[in-house]
């Protein structure tokens, strides 16, 4: 089993619509919670990032962490063309800066 | 704004050849990583490097990988020789510190290796 497990499938959605991704994980070691994103031909880039369970809200971004159930979740709200790219869910523990990637999910917005 | 810096960004080599990359972090960047990421996956740590010291190569295919960050600045990761399935993404990543509770990673825009 996987550290870190993302359903790689991409994902249409109309523009307006909510996007909703997750991941779940394994290692109870985890702490630090973070979602990246990658366009085309580029680096990941953070996007989220959280530390303790709950919901952080970063404009249309709303990520949430529940260690209890070791899932942890992106919505993207009023969805644009321009948030078409592959969103990576990405974790680390204490005292180490190593991060565990998941698979990344490909999202398409149509205008 | 300041940006980590890779090159090449494309790379063709036949298999059993010597292939290098370079990587020049964010200026004051005390931690360097190198990731690999095939097509379809997650990005997977193959070395980090605080200063010029190795912190953790555990997932590095010391066979055939080389990494070394000389001064504490710069970087090259070498294959040799390149095999078939060394065909990914080599990201290169760096930190300000090694403190992983404010200590955002900024990844270079990735060298694509293509093996034949």
């Known amino acids: 089993q996987k550290e870190v497990e993302q359903d790689p499938g991409p994902l249409s959605v109309p523009e307006g619509a909510i996007v909703s991704l997750n991941c779940t994980y394994s290692?109870?070691?985890?702490?630090?919670f973070m979602w990246y994103r990658q366009y085309s031909r580029k680096g990941p880039e953070l996007l989220m990032y959280t530390y303790s369970s709950g919901n952080k809200e970063d404009g249309r971004f709303t990520a949430q962490v529940d260690k209890s159930s070791k899932y942890i979740s992106l919505f993207i709200r009023d969805s644009q063309p321009s948030d078409s790219a592959t969103y990576l869910c990405?974790?680390?523990?204490?005292?180490?800066?190593?991060?565990?990637f998941g698979k990344g999910n490909q999202v398409v917005v149509i205008p | 704004e300041a940006e980590v810096a890779q090159s090449p960004r494309y790379k063709i080599t036949e298999k059993s050849q010597a292939v290098a990359f370079w990587c020049d972090p964010i200026?004051?960047?005390?931690?360097l990583y190198w990731y690999r990421q095939i097509l379809g996956q997650g990005p997977e740590l193959l070395v980090q490097?605080?200063?010029?010291?190795?912190?953790?190569d555990s997932q590095l295919p010391k066979d055939r990988f080389s990494a070394e960050r000389l001064k504490g600045v710069d970087s090259t990761l070498k294959i040799q020789p390149a095999e078939l399935g060394d065909s990914a993404m080599y990201l290169c990543?760096?930190?300000?510190?090694?403190?992983?509770?404010?200590?955002?990673?900024?990844f270079g825009p990735g060298t694509r290796l293509t093996v034949l």
């Open positions: 490097f605080q200063d010029e010291s190795v912190v953790d």
């Open positions: 990543a760096s930190s300000l510190k090694r403190d992983p509770v404010e200590d955002e990673q900024f």
């Open positions: 200026s004051g960047h005390a931690t």
């Open positions: 290692n109870s070691a985890f702490q630090y």
């Open positions: 990405a974790m680390s523990g204490w005292g180490n800066n190593r991060l565990a």
